[in-house]
């Protein structure tokens, strides 16, 4: 072996480094909209106890609100993409949630078994460096 593939096997480890970090940012991500998906369900199932015309705050962004009525209970505006929304049933909605949860859930035990093969490749490139090192460190002496 030689110093050319002591510097290859580096690269690639340096690029796989690269590529965690991308994944766990990607992770922290979908962590936090895991988090506002379980949150969203948790309004939905409260929406059954409030009745029509009750005073509520909405939300207009972060830490913004402005007071407002409730008038229909039964049906929600749900987004659908493309900045579209259209009327479900409380139920039709708690489904909805529930399927995008479940994706972000599957979606990031995907990427956690990936950043786990990553690290055990990086592992096993970090134990080739060494003793690559080493005997070209011996065979210098």
């Known amino acids: 072996m030689s110093r050319e593939d002591i510097q290859r096997k580096y690269i690639e480890l340096k690029i796989l480094e690269q590529q965690t970090n991308q994944v766990q940012q ?10 506002i998906l379980e949150r969203t369900k948790e309004s939905i199932d ?13 939300p207009l962004g972060q830490g913004v609100f402005v007071k407002g009525e409730i008038k ?21 909605s708690k ?3 529930d399927k995008q ?8 035990k995907q990427m956690e078994d990936q950043l786990q093969q990553a690290t ?9 460096i060494q003793e690559l090192a ?3 460190e011996n065979n210098l002496s």
């Open 26 to 35: 990607q992770l922290a991500m979908l962590d936090n909209q895991l988090s």
């Open 134 to 136: 080493s005997k070209e």
């Open 120 to 128: 055990m490749h990086a592992s096993i490139l970090e134990r080739e």
């Open 72 to 92: 229909d209970t039964k049906n929600l505006l749900v987004g659908v993409g493309a900045n579209i929304a259209v009327s479900k049933s409380v139920k039709e």
């Open 95 to 97: 489904v909805i949630v």
């Open 46 to 58: 409260e929406i059954n106890s409030v009745k029509p015309g009750s005073q509520t705050f909405i």
């Open 101 to 108: 949860i479940v994706e972000v859930s599957n979606l990031m």
